[in-house]
């Protein structure tokens, strides 16, 4: 039996690109690597701030991440995310950059739960900051003509200080019960969302909980890693 060389490190089989933060990451979240049953590769962008991603669209920061999933693929890796949803708006040209499997964000899952639930009522979209949350983003995850509602965590101070500002550490219990009012919030005032996507990587950890209070399927980045891992374990 003839085993393939030509790599430093093996058994890293999904490659993550992180942003450039410091902010704490609970158990759940993308960037805590004990969040998976299986080892995962992460590569720094650096200088992508989640200010120059979420809040300035920064298409400048387009190539630094094309050369960084490039790396991954050269180190090895069988597929690539990243660690925040805002960068659905770099999907196409990031997949185009590699021969390998890109899934920038938890969003590109919005179709198919649409599907999923029979395509009837709407997709509830939870975002870090709706205000943000444009047309590049919709188009590039092509969700475009799928009927769903967004709802922001724009004016819950927890999550917005620590995951969009300056803050570092997490009160969880805080930031957990903020996650919950916005869900409940999101099916409230849209009775007819039968799914939910979480597109903020940071909001896995707050999964199970929110599921209790809406009553209904929610999908995140790290659901859909765990897919993904399963069609590229045995490359």
């Known amino acids: ?4 060389g030509g790599y430093t490190n093996y058994g890293e089989l999904l490659g993550i690109l992180m942003l450039d933060t410091q902010f704490a990451r609970p158990v759940g979240d993308i960037g805590n690597a004990r ?3 299986f080892p995962v590769k992460y590569k720094k962008v650096k200088n992508a701030s989640p200010g120059r991603i979420v809040k300035e669209a920064d298409v400048s920061l387009l190539q630094p991440f094309i050369d960084s999933a ?6 090895g890796v069988k597929a690539v995310t990243t660690s925040c949803g805002f ?3 770099f999907q196409k040209e990031l997949a185009a950059s ?3 499997p890109v899934f920038t964000s938890s969003l590109i899952q919005v179709p198919f739960a649409y599907k999923l639930m029979g395509c009837r ?6 975002t870090a900051r709706k205000s943000s949350l444009s047309d590049k983003h919709i188009w590039g995850v092509d969700m475009e003509n799928i009927p769903f509602v967004i709802c922001g965590m724009d004016d819950s101070p927890e999550f917005s200080e620590v995951f969009l500002g300056e803050k ?4 969880y219990k805080k930031c957990e019960k903020e996650m919950q009012e916005k869900a409940l919030e ?9 799914v939910i996507i979480l597109e903020c990587t940071n909001m896995p950890p707050f999964r199970n909980k929110i599921q209790e209070v809406v009553q209904r399927p929610v999908l995140d980045i790290v659901t859909l890693v765990n897919y993904i891992y399963l069609s590229i374990q045995n490359l």
């Open 87 to 89: 960068l659905a708006m």
């Open 70 to 75: 490039k790396e991954l693929e050269e180190s």
């Open 168 to 171: 570092v550490d997490l009160d």
């Open 1 to 4: 039996m003839e085993i393939k």
């Open 98 to 100: 590699v021969n390998i």
């Open 121 to 126: 009522g709407k997709v509830g979209i939870l």
């Open 186 to 194: 999101l099916v409230k005032c849209n009775p007819d969302v039968n």
């Open 35 to 37: 969040t998976f049953s």
